[in-house]
């Protein structure tokens, strides 16, 4: 090259496209099979993948009985060959599992529920629909308290049902959904709280949030089903399943108070400049400004928290409540279904219930912020 | 008061003069204002008045306290000892009054301050509709017409991160000019832009000054301050070192203070 004390380019460069991407064999070359120590890498998870999967798909569908009325079916001297899942235990007890005791003639109020909540929940999650305010005041405002009189009814000729027959499936979701909407909320307030100026709200917010943090869940259902009763009035009775959502609802509102304020302290100071420059006042500026955008950055704590309460539910059954897990566990003790397999297949139903819940819940979440990310191209 | 008094035909035809008629003539009153940033004495015995539309271009040395001072007309900071009075309005710790002095008073600050999880124009129709209660169509028509102004309009549907410097700090005028304010405050406006974008910048706040807006702005670049101001203020270490009118300013400076400033920044 000559030496270039000046220059000046003539035409400018076109814009090409980048080099083409190989076939899949060369793609898993470079990523599966670079090397010696990648390659042995590769075998051995291949391997440990193969030795899990298969035997759980031999136990839950290969191997599994899928008829029967009883537990002879499901032995193997009766089936005369090696038994996986026992699915008629399930078929038999699935209504239990749904349902817990509530009244046969009355499940449909349940159903009902369900359709609703589902009716309003899906549109709500996809962002396409239109008319998301008018839908989100439905299903927060209007649903919890429609959801409420269907299920616990004595309005409009509905028979009451009391919360004592509730449980199974129906225990599960109504803990989870009552948590996960007032804990939200509440934990921002209590986030606000422990950031105010005001010296009083402030303590108090503190105080609120190590006390619940400090306490296991266990304790607190404990004492709300049963020390309780002995410092209220024997007038005042609270209905125990009440105790118990107010229990979770406090406990979990906690937690999220410390997500919240986690998002709160990554806004810059600027934003909050900006919106008191405007004139928005306090709750404005929350409101409008700071949470909006603080939510958005803590929303992979917020649905942790949301999973985590939803599976802490099952910890209702040592306060006598029978959740999911709690049915579950009562239909191990039927001598009618004593099988040596019966407790895998059980487990194996309810694990796969909590996990298609969770795991919605967490792909749904990371497509959310997939999305408000390539919106707003932070 | 009747907060609500700025309709669209009003709107249509920008922050006129005519709509500026209240009695008070003094725009912004600053007596004796000193504060502290703990045992540090950021502000001291500042006394400065603001004319209704007047331009004062404030400069000096970093950390001499222009910005806290400016931060002090709205209220942003708070004070140890002094007055400020606003339009009319004494500022005091009373949040109410505050707010009230804030919708009067627009500020545009160095890094923007836009709101990222809102368009420009949803940046701009966000006190309009929440603060002065104006319904939404309203509030997005006078915000189209200010963004036209900062001649932005094509930007509006856009949010902060895609827009370059300049434009956002347009559509940060403009939001802070949707509120119809009486005063503006600028912080060093073009401090973090490239300088490509100054220029935009500044012809906007020239073409404000041009209609009568009364002007707050902390700034270095000082070929604006020469077109625009009717006084420059010259500050350091929290004191007023020197208030002049702009010619005499830049050509006769009397206090040696500002004389080493301008040589220093002029080169």
Request: hydrophobic share 50%; proline share 6%.
């Amino acid at each position: 090259m000559a030496e270039q004390s000046s220059y000046v380019r003539r035409a400018l460069a076109e814009p090409q496209p980048p080099p083409v991407g190989e076939g899949v064999l060369a793609r898993m070359r470079a990523r599966l099979f670079d090397g010696v120590f990648n390659t042995v890498l590769t075998i051995i998870s291949a391997a440990i993948i193969i030795a899990l999967v298969w035997p759980t798909f031999k136990f839950l569908i290969l191997d599994a009985v899928w008829k029967g009325s009883s537990r002879v079916d499901c032995l193997p001297e009766t089936v005369g060959r090696q038994v996986g899942a026992c699915w008629p235990f399930i078929q038999a007890k699935f209504i239990q599992f749904m349902y817990g005791f509530y009244p046969d003639s009355e499940q449909w109020r349940v159903n009902l529920t369900y359709v609703l909540g589902l009716i309003l929940l899906v549109p709500l999650l996809i962002p396409r629909v239109p008319g998301k305010r008018l839908n989100a005041i439905l299903f927060f405002g209007v649903f919890p308290v429609v959801g409420f009189f269907l299920l616990v009814g004595g309005v409009l000729g509905l028979p009451h049902v009391e919360t004592g027959l509730w449980g199974g499936l129906l225990i599960t979701l109504v803990i989870s959904f009552t948590g996960i909407m007032f804990s939200l909320p509440l934990g921002a307030l209590l986030a606000l709280g422990r950031r105010s100026e005001l010296p009083i709200i402030r303590t108090l917010s503190i105080i609120f949030i190590e006390f619940w943090r400090g306490v296991p869940l266990i304790t607190v259902l404990f004492f709300a089903t049963y020390m309780l009763p002995f410092f209220l009035p024997a007038s005042w009775e609270i209905d125990a399943l009440a105790r118990v959502l107010i229990g979770v609802v406090l406990f979990s509102a906690a937690y999220m108070a410390e997500v919240v304020r986690g998002g709160l302290q990554a806004i810059p100071r600027g934003q909050f400049e900006g919106a008191m420059a405007l004139g928005l006042g306090y709750w404005r500026m929350m409101g409008l400004v700071v949470l909006p955008q603080a939510l958005r950055l803590v929303i992979p704590g917020i649905v942790n928290s949301f999973i985590s309460l939803f599976k802490d539910t099952t910890l209702v059954l040592i306060v006598a409540i029978f959740d999911l897990l709690g049915q579950l566990r009562a239909a191990f003790s039927d001598p009618n279904w004593a099988t040596p397999v019966t407790l895998f297949t059980g487990f194996a139903f309810a694990g796969i219930i909590y996990f298609l819940v969770s795991f919605g819940m967490s792909r749904y979440a990371l497509f959310v912020e997939r999305r408000l990310n390539t919106e707003q191209a932070r | 008061m009747t907060g609500r008094e700025s309709g669209p035909e009003k709107s249509t035809r920008g922050p006129a003069l005519a709509m500026r008629t209240t009695e008070h003539q003094v725009a912004v009153e600053i007596i004796g204002l000193n504060k502290w940033f703990a045992s540090f004495h950021v502000l001291r015995d500042i006394d400065l008045n603001v004319q209704r539309g007047e331009r004062i271009v404030i400069c000096g040395p970093s950390g001499s306290g222009k910005s806290t001072l400016l931060r002090c007309i709205n209220r942003i900071e708070g004070w140890q000892r002094g007055r400020v009075i606003v339009d009319g309005l004494e500022l005091t710790d009373d949040l109410k009054k505050i707010d009230e002095v804030r919708r009067e008073v627009g500020m545009v600050f160095q890094q923007f301050n836009l709101f990222p999880h809102l368009t420009a124009l949803e940046n701009c129709t966000l006190a309009p509709i929440w603060v002065r209660q104006l319904p939404k169509r309203e509030a997005e028509e006078i915000a189209r017409h200010y963004l036209a102004r900062v001649r932005i309009p094509e930007q509006a549907n856009k949010y902060p991160s895609q827009l370059s410097g300049g434009q956002q700090q347009r559509v940060a005028i403009a939001r802070a000019l949707c509120m119809q304010p009486k005063i503006m405050l600028f912080d060093e406006p073009t401090s973090a832009l490239d300088p490509e974008m100054v220029k935009e910048v500044l012809d906007t706040m020239v073409g404000l000054a041009l209609d009568g807006m009364t002007m707050v702005v902390v700034s270095h670049e000082m070929g604006f301050a020469r077109q625009v101001a009717n006084r420059m203020v010259l500050m350091d270490a929290g004191q007023i070192i020197e208030i002049n009118e702009p010619g005499a300013f830049f050509d006769h400076p009397r206090h040696e203070r500002t004389k080493l400033f301008l040589s220093q920044i002029l080169r």
